[in-house]
């Protein structure tokens, strides 16, 4: 497989270290998450190559970046990487346009992918370029700077908490514009935050460090139904995210039909054309479980058919326990022990997941 | 009343040491400003103090030792004369050298200030869109180091425009090779012919204090932070 970002580094300050590694997708969104000092920053300067790792191994797709074994260490204007920082960093004597164009003009004619007419459009950047600086607003700034970096034509876009210095407004403001992207250029991102709401947005790929560790990493999917992440990601977190599809709307009663691995979820109306893919975040407490089918009329209108995975070990507060489902996507249930016993659930068997709330995660 | 007559060699000579002394200190000094700003290096305490011994050594010191670094058994004037026959001592080539080691802390300490004010994110940031050193440092710092530049340039203009001692003992006050304006008001004064002296010294006040106005009025417009 040559999709791969492999890396692998070893840093030790002082008061801190960075020990991880790491296989990921070169595609979409991949977000690392964790606490602050969990060592985001230091991982992204040592793939951007601003930071030597003294002991270090770094290949993207089939291209070795970093390899301490051989003795290998691509410099970071070498590598096709790009950086967005928390600051926009935009030189300040230089318009908007010439900012843009700073990488652009520094990027081999040949290598040249991306072009300013389709960055300003993508960005919406058109009635900015003649400003300078210090004359956009928070939002405007960074949107100039992604701009900047995707100027350059990296193979891989690296973001360190690019929106941690916005307000709730900028912010999202700006994460249509990441999302648009990653579609339209089809560009590989690592996006550093410790903003869950950012990472419910737009995650692919979840990388969860802590104190210089990798914890876990894989497919945002299995992460948030994985029970034994439930102290980093808080319980709150913990559930399902499930990529659906928009089937229908039903006007009458103002719902919209999802599809979900040949089932239906269904939402109040969403303004999303059919067809169109929506991503929902399920809480594990708002998921009950049954044996059997309903009885008679519920007012339950989502009810999944899964199988039962794992059954974890009863939570802290001795009451209620995780169970881990199986829906085609892995779906995590938090139920009383009690009610556990009495439907005297087994690993393997089918049950019937009652959705109680559904969360629509839409910028 | 005679109308008093103007000499205007001195001031001719003046403007001449200034502008080259200023020239080669900017050549000079954006590199050791660079390095005064970035290094770790232990001795840099060392060099930053060397720089700035003219600011409170008697002219008169530095003159003397100039004279005897100049001089035909000098270190630096001993080897000049032989090569060229003639020494550096009373001389244009050993005035711009004295004075570019009197300004030498003028036109240092507003670079370093600038270069370290900027910090190391401009360096950073450019090399991240591809640029080299040499390239990032022309397009990116030196711009954002403008206010240091002007500064740099002014002052040691201005400073060496209105140095007397070192002047005095190195260029020997020789008409139309090394006597300069500062020295001409002296002699005036001497003589005593103050219509002259007036008009020299109104002359340079008006004229260092037009130009420091200048320089503060546009330093306050140029934008130096990064956003």
């Known amino acids: 497989m040559t999709d791969l970002l492999q890396a692998k580094f070893r840093v030790h300050y002082p008061s801190f270290s960075l020990d991880a590694e790491m296989r990921l997708p070169t595609k979409g969104v991949t977000v690392v998450f964790g606490p602050s000092g969990a060592g985001k920053t230091t991982l992204l300067r040592c793939l951007s190559g601003l930071e030597k790792a003294p002991s270090g191994f770094m290949k993207f797709a089939d291209q070795v970046w970093q390899d301490d074994a051989r003795g290998i260490f691509i410099p970071p204007h070498k590598r096709k990487t790009a950086l967005v920082f928390q600051e926009s960093r935009l030189f300040p004597h230089l318009s908007v346009q010439e900012n843009l164009l700073y990488g652009y003009r520094r990027t081999a004619p040949l290598d040249r992918n991306l072009h300013l007419d389709e960055v300003v459009q993508v960005l919406g950047l058109a009635d900015l370029l003649k400003r300078y600086p210090h004359k956009l607003s928070g939002g405007e700034k960074q949107r100039a700077a992604i701009g900047r970096a995707l100027l350059t034509s990296p193979k891989l876009l690296l973001m360190d908490e690019p929106l941690a210095a916005l307000d709730r407004q900028r912010k999202a403001e700006i994460i249509p514009f990441i999302k648009s992207v990653e579609d339209k250029f089809a560009m590989p991102i690592i996006y550093v935050t410790h903003s869950m709401h950012e990472v419910l947005q737009l995650v692919n790929t979840m990388v969860i460090l802590q104190a210089g560790k990798v914890v876990r990493q894989g497919p945002a999917q299995e992460i948030f139904s994985d029970v034994r992440l439930k102290e980093v990601l808080g319980d709150e977190q913990l559930g399902a995210v499930l990529e659906t599809s928009v089937a229908e709307h039903d006007e009458e009663f103002a719902l919209t039909r999802l599809d979900f691995m040949g089932q239906t979820l269904i939402v109040p109306k969403q303004n999303v054309a059919v067809g169109k893919t929506l991503r929902v975040h399920i809480h594990s407490k708002d998921v009950s479980l049954a044996t059997a089918p309903p009885a008679g009329v519920t007012s339950v209108l989502n009810i999944l058919r899964a199988k039962v995975k794992t059954i974890g070990a009863p939570d802290r507060d001795g009451f209620s326990v995780d169970i881990e489902l199986d829906a085609g996507r892995p779906i995590l249930a938090t139920v009383t022990r009690k009610s556990l016993a009495n439907l005297k659930l087994k690993p393997g068997q089918p049950v019937f997941a009652h959705i109680k709330a559904i969360k629509m995660i839409r910028s | ?227």
């Not at chain 2, 080669?24 to 590199?31: K, Q, W």
């Not at chain 2, 240091?148 to 190195?170: D, I, P, R, S």
């Not at chain 2, 002359?203 to 956003?227: C, E």
């Open chain 2, 1 to 227: 009343m005679n109308f008093p007559v103007i000499d205007p060699q001195p001031i001719w000579i003046s403007l001449q040491l200034a502008g080259v002394t200023v020239l080669i200190l900017l050549t000079l000094a954006t590199p050791l400003a660079w390095w005064l700003a970035h290094t770790r290096c232990r001795f840099r305490v060392v060099v930053e103090a060397v720089v700035a011994l003219p600011l409170v050594l008697p002219p008169t010191v530095l003159g003397f030792y100039m004279l005897l670094l100049l001089g035909p058994h000098g270190w630096v004037g001993g080897p000049v004369q032989t090569l060229t026959g003639s020494s550096l001592a009373f001389s244009f080539t050993g005035l711009v050298f004295a004075s570019t080691l009197y300004s030498m802390p003028f036109v240092v300490q507003p670079l370093h200030g600038a270069f370290e004010s900027a910090g190391k994110i401009p360096m950073e940031t450019a090399q991240s869109l591809g640029a080299s050193r040499l390239d990032a440092f022309f397009s990116v710092i030196s711009p954002l180091a403008r206010r240091g530049y002007l500064t740099a340039t002014v002052l040691g203009f201005a400073h060496t425009l209105g140095e007397f001692g070192v002047v005095l003992m190195v260029g020997g006050n020789i008409p139309g090779k090394t006597k300069v304006i500062s020295i001409e008001i002296y002699d005036r004064v001497e003589v005593l012919e103050y219509a002259q002296a007036h008009i020299l010294s109104a002359g340079l006040l008006l004229f260092s204090f037009l130009i420091l106005v200048t320089v503060y009025s546009i330093n306050r417009r140029l934008p130096v932070q990064m956003v």
